[in-house]
């Protein structure tokens, strides 16, 4: 943080005492206020409910410029990680902040590799659920429970429990979303196979069972390795900050990691998807494209409570780069599967369409966001709708590891514990039953 040489006071109109308040540059993007010693000088709070204004961190992982529509994991684009590295390679730089060379990557590849596995007792966790459970409601479970299994790295402020914690993580996602996929369907679990890639892995644990081998399709297994890179880190969104809010009570990596999925599952956030997916289909059933306009006709009538899922961003005020990179993954990914007329495909684009020409959306610069294609081409490779979060999920997971370790890893760490402004009932005294 570089102190600016502009000072900010702060006056009031009461004749109160005023205060500087010092200015911080980052790198790039908006100056920040620092406010620490507002309330012990002022005796006043901040007050900023859905953190408009409010940076929680500062951070050298993610940047966002949300006028630019630009998505940078470490200063790399997110438009050329997505077309010259792998998910694992894009794991290895939010974690520990450069690409790795040749010798790292094998190295990193293999350690994740090596971690697959899970304690064979995790089967026994899913047998609690019903069959129809929610797959985010079984990978909430799955992953807090993985802290019982790792007594030796639950301790958060130790770097190399930070460490393999991560490693063990990223590696057994995979294995924890097929295994709430099989459990869903009846099928037997398929073991991770340690030649295949990360992605491929993953495919074949869903896809395949044990009466005959599984070819992976290198199409699909690109596709989807590049939905886990565009999905691996977003700066302090909502599951983000909630692992971090999580994490600074010193609590154990697997159980903040679980505060994350949990929060993620939410439909203004990671659940989008699905929900953006559910209302496509809602669409086509209802006559499709040429509902199109009475539907958002509804979307624009607020009473209705209707929005158009997969639309807008708290912070992206223009096309997120990321829907753009996934609507061309679904093109290559319908081409390959002979889907290229997927009408659900088709009136996405058409509702994209008309959304990007109609004054409500503009006026509220309201874009396609990461959601809006990742639906259409996780079903068209066999994805259940309701698997679509916990993919997200997967992906997420490093994102959430690197913020976490981050901010541990920050000397100036404090458990986070935010203030209100309180307009509930003034002090008063408890009446006898018989008179209240
Ligand atoms: C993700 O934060 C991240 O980085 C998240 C994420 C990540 O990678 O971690 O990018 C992943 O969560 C993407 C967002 C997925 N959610 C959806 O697609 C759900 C639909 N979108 C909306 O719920 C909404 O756009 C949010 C939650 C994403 C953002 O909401 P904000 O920033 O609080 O904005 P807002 O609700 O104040 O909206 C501003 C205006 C409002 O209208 P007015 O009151 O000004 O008249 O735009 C309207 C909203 O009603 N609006 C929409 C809309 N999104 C906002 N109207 C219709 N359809 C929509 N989708």
Not at 100 to 118: I, L, S
Not at 194 to 202: E, K, V
Not at 230 to 259: K, M, W, Y
Request: aromatic share 10%.
């Amino acid at each position: 943080m570089i102190p600016s040489d502009v000072k900010a006071t702060l006056s009031f109109s009461d004749g109160s005492a005023s205060m500087d308040l010092p200015i911080y540059k980052g790198t790039i993007g908006p100056d920040v206020l620092d406010i620490r010693k507002l309330y012990a000088q002022t005796g006043k709070f901040t007050y900023d409910p859905g953190f408009l204004s409010t940076a929680s961190c500062n951070s050298t992982i993610t940047y966002i410029d949300g006028d630019k529509g630009e998505l940078l994991y470490r200063g790399y684009p997110i438009e050329q990680l997505a077309v010259s590295c792998d998910y694992l390679d894009t794991c290895y730089l939010l974690l520990y902040g450069d690409l790795p060379n040749e010798a790292q990557r094998k190295d990193f590849h293999a350690r994740v590799t090596n971690h697959t596995m899970v304690n064979e007792q995790m089967q026994f966790f899913l047998r609690g659920f019903r069959r129809d459970a929610h797959p985010m409601a079984v990978l909430t479970g799955l992953v807090g429970g993985l802290s019982a299994f790792y007594h030796d790295s639950t301790d958060i402020n130790n770097p190399q429990h930070r460490e393999i914690a991560a490693i063990r993580l990223i590696a057994k996602m995979p294995t924890l979303v097929a295994m709430a996929y099989k459990y869903s369907v009846g099928q037997p679990y398929m073991y991770p196979k340690n030649d295949l890639s990360y992605a491929g892995n993953f495919m074949r644990m869903m896809f395949a069972t044990p009466c005959e081998d599984y070819k992976v399709n290198p199409v699909i297994e690109r596709a989807l390795d590049r939905i886990f890179i565009l999905h691996a880190d977003h700066e302090q969104n909502a599951s983000t900050s909630t692992v971090r809010l999580c994490g600074s009570s010193g609590t154990n990596p697997f159980a903040a990691i679980a505060a994350g999925v949990a929060c993620l599952w939410g439909p203004a956030h990671g659940g989008a998807n699905e929900a953006c997916l559910n209302m496509l289909e809602e669409i086509q059933a209802n006559g499709g494209v040429a509902k199109v306009g009475e539907f958002m006709e509804k979307v624009k009538d607020k009473n209705s409570g209707v929005k158009l899922m997969g639309f807008g961003h708290r912070v992206y005020k223009n096309y997120d780069p990321r829907a753009k990179l996934m609507r061309e993954t679904c093109h290559e990914v319908l081409n390959e599967l002979g889907l290229q007329n997927d009408p659900l495909f088709k009136l996405a684009m058409e509702l994209e369409k008309i959304a990007l020409e109609d004054d409500y959306f503009v006026a509220r610069k309201l874009y396609p966001n990461v959601d809006f294609y990742s639906g259409i081409v996780q079903r068209a490779i066999g994805i259940p709708v309701q698997l679509f979060t916990a993919i997200f999920a997967l992906a997420r997971t490093v994102g959430w590891i690197a913020q976490l370790n981050e901010m541990i890893a920050d000397p100036e760490y404090k458990i986070g514990r935010p203030r209100q402004l309180f307009v509930g009932a003034e002090r008063r005294d408890v009446k006898p039953l018989d008179q209240r």
